[in-house]
């Protein structure tokens, strides 16, 4: 389990950088502890007052080792998965904060660490992955009480379990599609409601690292080395296979799309390459014409389009950058300094609002791990 353990923190730190054994399926034992309103900790920027101005871009102080966030449309809230420190035999907190001021209204204490998250608004419910444990499990948004928990238990060649990395939610058919981190691409489909499983499909030549669904056309992208795979999200089966080579003949590292995202209006798709800092590969959805190449810093991971707004967000690990691009000139609009690793994105308040989850380095094993922020940006007054 040692093993495993520095396997998925390596794997975590470059994906989030930022998942016939059938899954075991238990129901909901019991709460999950959601506390009272806490008071919000200290901030880089103070929040504006009651019918003042919110600053252009508010600096959150949250916790140690936080990772994914994702936006409440019904709450106008944001939740953030924080796993605390490493090997110290506890689980994590999910917090819920207010979308304009960033401070915490509720904490959600779990027995496990949580790294993905994924919001149903229509289900009410809000999937936390413990990718660890490789466990999703289900909490009731309104309540922050369980509804249901599954571990998907799967061995790779090795006989080392497979764990889990991101979360993916097609509200419209109440299905939740979980990535595994592995040498091959493995892609669970779960009943968002009971979680069960419905199919699961592993793939010699693919990777599941990133996902990202096309609910217009009833597509799923997966991504990873040098490669992302197109199938039908309903039947988890292949459409399409977009490949790219080295950068040339002698180059020993490989292209890695550590994480992905589709436009459905056009069908594009934009896939982050970190391996190589390269930046956002542009493809043609259909044919899988590579369009462009847009550099926007070292270590290109979290990716987020806002039709909204026509604008491509990356998060620059490496650079310590943010960099808000043109989705159809593919310029670079803004690089915003967000030291020292921003990571995962969120998109709020009509498309108006970005949220960034920034990371510091990572303590040793036991050590106590720094508190790590959140940032809310204006996007208007840029």
């Known amino acids: 389990m040692q093993a495993s353990f520095f396997f998925i923190r390596r794997a975590l730190r470059m994906a989030w950088a930022s998942l016939a054994v059938l899954a075991c399926l238990s129901p909901a034992a019991g709460a999950a502890g959601a506390s009272a309103p806490a008071v919000s900790p200290e901030r880089s920027i103070a929040t504006a007052g009651v019918g003042a101005t919110v600053e252009p871009v508010l600096t959150q102080a949250l916790a140690p080792n936080i990772y994914e966030v994702v936006y409440s449309r019904a709450l106008d809230a944001i939740f953030v998965a924080s796993a605390g420190t490493f090997g110290d035999g506890k689980g994590g907190v999910v917090y819920q904060l207010d979308g304009d001021t960033l401070a915490i209204q509720r904490t959600i204490e779990l027995p496990l660490k949580p790294f993905a ?22 909490l009731d948004l309104a309540t922050g009480l369980v509804r249901g928990q599954v571990q998907l238990i799967r061995l790779n060649a090795e006989g080392e379990p497979i764990h889990t990395r991101q979360l993916l939610t ?40 990133g996902l990202a669904l096309d609910s217009r056309r009833g597509r799923l992208y997966s991504s990873g080395t040098a490669s992302v795979e197109v199938m039908d999200a309903s039947r988890l089966q292949r459409e399409a296979y977009f490949r790219v080579g080295k950068r040339h003949q002698d180059d020993e590292r490989q292209r890695y799309f550590v994480n992905v995202a589709v436009d459905e209006a056009s069908g594009r798709v934009f896939a982050n390459e970190s391996s190589n800092s390269e930046g956002i590969f542009v493809f043609e959805g259909e044919t899988g014409k590579l369009l462009d190449i847009v550099p926007t810093g070292e270590g290109p991971v979290g990716i987020r389009l806002n039709p909204v707004r026509n604008e491509i967000y990356v998060a620059n690990r490496g650079a310590g950058t943010l960099s808000i691009v ?6 670079i609009k803004h690089s915003l300094p967000l030291p020292v690793h921003p990571n995962s994105l ?4 009509d498309g108006q609002v970005l949220y960034v989850t920034v990371k510091q380095p990572f303590a040793a094993l036991g050590m106590t791990a720094p508190v790590e922020q959140v940032v809310r940006i204006d996007l208007d007054s840029l």
């Open 117 to 138: 998250l994924s919001l149903d608004e229509r289900a009410g419910v809000l999937y936390v992955g413990h990718s660890l444990e490789s466990t999703v499990v289900a």
């Open 346 to 349: 969120a998109i709020g308040a």
């Open 170 to 209: 097609d509200s419209g058919t109440g299905t939740l599609f979980v990535g595994g981190v592995d040498r091959t691409g493995i892609i669970w489909q779960l009943d968002g409601e009971t979680l069960a499983v419905r199919k699961v499909r592993q793939a010699p030549d693919g990777k599941s690292i």
């Open 326 to 331: 043109d989705a159809s000139t593919y310029r």
